[in-house]
Every structure is written in C-alpha cells, then in structure tokens.
C-alpha cells in the first residue's frame, strides 16, 4: 500500500497563494495522483488531478488558471500551487493515488490517499 504523507497548507488572504505537497513512500511514476477537498457538511470534490507522465492534466472548473499540479518523479512527490486563493477554496486537502494510466474525478478510483491538511483563506 502505497503511503502519501501531506505537507504544507494554512492560513492565507484572499488573493495569496498557498503550496501543498504530498510525498508517497515508493515509486508513484505509474500512478495517476490528484488532489481533493472537502468542506464540513460536504463530500469530498475533486480538485485537480496528473497523468503519471505529467502530459494530462485536468482540473474543476473553479480552480483552472489559478491552481496548478505537478509532481516530481524522481522524489515520488505532487504538488498543488495555489494563487489567487478565493474564501470559497478553504477546506480540507487531500492527496490521492491510483494505480492506473486513466485520470479519474471519482474519489472511489482512488485507493490511496494522505492524511489531510487543512487550508483556510480569510482576511
């Protein structure tokens, strides 16, 4: 089972920017990664998610040109940047991993995932 420790994350202004990583304890180049989010009261939503290659790329729609993943074979870790943070974009965070070549917005794809880190933007 592959483990995704979470880094990063907080407190941010509206307008600020934010990083997260997620660093998975083995080799994660054949595994699509992604990033979820979840408020109180809600299900988990899809944010953003990385072919292994890091060719495809998808995203919801709230959060095109203003947060971007990417992720780093080499050291096995994904990133989400985020700017132009909107109140709107506090919640929980979390990584995710699946042992597939497909890209997937269903959170139940995902068997492995990180510990949650919380992100919150307010003035």
């Known amino acids: 089972q592959l483990q995704l420790v979470q880094s990063g994350g907080g407190l941010a202004q509206p307008g600020g920017s934010l990083r997260l990583s997620c660093a998975a304890s083995?080799?994660?180049?054949?595994?699509?990664m992604g990033w979820f989010r979840q408020v109180p009261g809600e299900e988990r939503e899809f944010v953003a998610a990385i072919s292994w290659s890091s060719t495809t790329t998808d995203y919801t729609d709230s959060v095109k040109g203003r947060f971007t993943i990417s992720r780093d074979n080499f050291k096995d870790t994904l990133y989400l940047q985020m700017d132009s943070l909107k109140p709107e974009d506090t919640g929980v965070y979390y990584c995710?991993?699946?042992?597939?070549?497909?890209?997937?917005?269903?959170?139940?794809?995902?068997?492995?995932w990180g510990q949650g880190t919380q992100v919150t933007v307010s003035s």
């Open positions: 995710a991993a699946r042992h597939h070549a497909r890209i997937s917005k269903n959170e139940h794809d995902y068997p492995n």
């Open positions: 083995g080799r994660t180049n054949t595994y699509v």
